[in-house]
Every structure is written in structure tokens, then in C-alpha cells.
């Protein structure tokens, strides 16, 4: 009997393979330079290097997220107004402030060195492009039928991503709320 699956082993990811072997080097490699500092600076200093890190990279988070959150507001605000959304900067978004926030309270020095660099907007604009033609790649060289197909679709038809107001959008409307007869009240789960 033929279920058509394939039987045949999956070859594993590049991705799959070395990210656990990079996290390890990664992790060894912190705690090789947390130890070499201490040796130099002593314990105290490291200690508070760690609670730095962690406190700036609370504060990063925390003003990313208040400042993506007015964006939210006077978004719906314009929406409301009927005003047009002003369109964002590239590279403006919050995503990486917040992903740099996180690296600053991750305890290591790598990590915070990274953070630091992530905070600096030339870096964090170059991150950002070089993510976007990633996913861009990425959504292009996508099988027909899957996901990143639509998403090319419809930045075809919308290249901005947004309707225009007023044009009609082909769709059908299906209503679950009508009554379909006298026996159409809430019924439990059968069970076994």
C-alpha cells in the first residue's frame, strides 16, 4: 500500500548541524573570557561588568518597547483620522533595539560587546538591510503554492504592501452566524 510519503531519509540542514557546535564554542568561549578578566580585574569587576550589561540591556528593552508602543498608538490614532499611516524609516524598527536589550542581559562579554554594537544606528540599519535581502532571497526562491509565494503575490499586486482605498478586492463572504434550523444550539463533544 502506497500512502504517498516518502520513505526516503531527509538529508539534515547546514543550520541543524552547526548551530549546536557554534552555541557550544560561543558558550565556551564567554566563559574562557569572563575567567581571563576575572584573573585581571578580579571577581568584583566581573561581577559588576555582568550587572551593568543587565541593567542597560533592561533599560534598552524597556524604552523599545514604550517607543513601539507610541508608535502603535499614533498609528491607530491616524487610522482612526483617516489620515494615511506615515510610512517607517528603514532600519527604525524596534525589533533589533530589543534583540540588543537581550544581548546585554545575557551574562558574557561577547554578547554584550554585540549588544553594544547593535545599538548603534549604522550598524543596526546595516543588519536590518542585510536581513531584508535575506528574506527577500529567501521568499523568492520559494516553491509554488507555499507560503513565500503569496507573500510575492501580493507584494506584486501591492508593492507597498497596502489597497487602495475604494477598490473592490474579489473575495466570498461566508456567514456562520445564520440559523440553520430548530436543532442548532450548543451541543457538548461526543465522547467515547
Not at 4 to 11: C, K, M, V, Y
Not at 88 to 115: E, F, H, K, V, Y
Not at 169 to 183: M, S
Amino acid at each position: 500500500m502506497t500512502t504517498g510519503i516518502s520513505t526516503a531519509p531527509r538529508r539534515r540542514s547546514s543550520v541543524r548541524t552547526f548551530l549546536p557546535l557554534a552555541v557550544a564554542a560561543w558558550l565556551i568561549l564567554e566563559i574562557w573570557l569572563l575567567s581571563l578578566v576575572a584573573s585581571q580585574a578580579g571577581g568584583l569587576a566581573v561581577a559588576a561588568l555582568l550587572a551593568g550589561g543587565m541593567v542597560l540591556g533592561v533599560v534598552v528593552i524597556k524604552r523599545a518597547g514604550r517607543r513601539a508602543f507610541k508608535n502603535l498608538t499614533e498609528t491607530f490614532q491616524q487610522a482612526q483620522q483617516g489620515v494615511p499611516p506615515t510610512p517607517q524609516q528603514p532600519g527604525g524598527g524596534n525589533g533589533l533595539t530589543m534583540l540588543a536589550g537581550l544581548l546585554l542581559i545575557m551574562p558574557g562579554l561577547l554578547s554584550d560587546a554585540a549588544g553594544l554594537l547593535l545599538l548603534l544606528p549604522p550598524v543596526r540599519a546595516l543588519v536590518s538591510r542585510r536581513a531584508a535581502r535575506s528574506l527577500e532571497r529567501k521568499m523568492a526562491s520559494a516553491p509554488a503554492g507555499s507560503f513565500g509565494d503569496a507573500f510575492q503575490q501580493a507584494r506584486i499586486h501591492y508593492p507597498d504592501g497596502k489597497v487602495v482605498p475604494g477598490e473592490v478586492i474579489q473575495g466570498e463572504v461566508i456567514r456562520e452566524d445564520r440559523q440553520q434550523g430548530p436543532d442548532t444550539g450548543y451541543r457538548p463533544p461526543l465522547t467515547p
